[in-house]
């Protein structure tokens, strides 16, 4: 019986990778959804030690003040990238304009602006512009100090001023394991993952059922020698199947195009993924079983597929949702595969935080099998 699934499972896997829709919604729609909803959601919550790039326009004579301002940005880990020309200066996300004669209108008591200006808004524009009046105001104290110690404030005084000690030192440390919320395409990778290996599951998997009974063809192995569990297990092989290519594709890609790491626990986001994956071929081989037309299957999985990750928390992070749609979160397939890839990748939570999801979801595959075997129709 084995092997006759395991043929089964075979023949299944080379006709779906050769349908065009297959090739479709396993390669290439996946990295459109990893840019896009990573980009959309990578503008809040978001930690990170990388320099961001800030682009400055300076006019004539500005001075060493404004040597010092760009010390005190640098400071605030930005990589300050000096344009001379308005048309380069405007392809940057994030810019500064500086006027001409910076420091001898302070030093004269005149009022200068600078100007601040990004791509986009929101959250992200708000973190920018703390960080630059952070930077402007830590000049200015600067400055006060500059005329307290020096006749006049001068480049030598910034400079002596800088070389000082510190009397005050601020550690930094992380006080236990993360618990910042996962964002941009930490969240995005795993969620669309598990939002199209579900898609793929009750549309193709379920509908290629549904026009192999229509065509006769599953009529024709109810006459071979293979008996009807082995044909079942078969048709769950070959979506199982399909379901770790779009695991293997999707873990690559993420991590070759969007760095996306993994959290050291790499081997139990493998055995969490897989027994989703089991659990979602489960379930497209039950619809597959019940739908009657190709319509029908699609329509079902579609919808379904949408509205499960929306509430599993595969389009945005579950944790800034309500508190009831999170307890909703726990009853839902999606939602145990996202809360299981948040606490190991995200919040590098051990390998047994995970063990409870995983056995759900095996339960869940194994119950499901059974009622498809006996649900499952030849004709």
Known sequence: MLRDALFIAGKD?????????T?????????????????????????????????????ENTGFLFDQLVRRLEERRYEIIRVESDSLFATYG???AVPAGMTDSVL????????FARSESGAGF?????RINRAIYTVLADLIVTRETADKPAREAFERLNAMPRALK???AVAGKRKTIPTGFEHAIPGIMVMFILLVMTTSGA????????????????????DRLGVVLGKWGGKLALGIVQITFAMISGTILFKMHWGSNLLMVLVVMLTYTGLMASVGLLLGSLARTEGQAAAIGVISSNVLAALGGCWWPIEVTP?????????????????ALHKLVSFEASPAAALPHVVVMGVGAFTILVLSTRVFRFD
Do not use: C
Request: glycine share 8%; no cysteine.
């Open 323 to 339: 508190g009831w749609m999170q307890k909703l979160q726990l009853f839902l397939p999606t939602g145990w595969a996202m809360d």
């Open 126 to 130: 708000d973190y920018d512009s703390i």
């Open 23 to 59: 090739i479709v919604w396993v390669f290439v729609m996946p990295i459109v959804f990893f840019f896009f909803i990573g980009t959309i959601t990578g503008g809040y919550g978001r930690s990170t030690m990388s320099k961001e790039k800030l682009a400055v326009r300076a006019g």
């Open 170 to 172: 601020l550690e930094v």
């Open 13 to 21: 896997i080379k006709y779906m990778l050769r349908a065009k829709e």
């Open 94 to 96: 994030r810019r500064l």
């Open 108 to 115: 004269a008591g005149r009022q200068v602006t600078l100007r």
């Open 207 to 226: 509908v290629l059922l549904v026009i192999e009974r229509r065509q006769g063809l599953l009529r024709r192995l109810a006459y071979t020698p293979i």
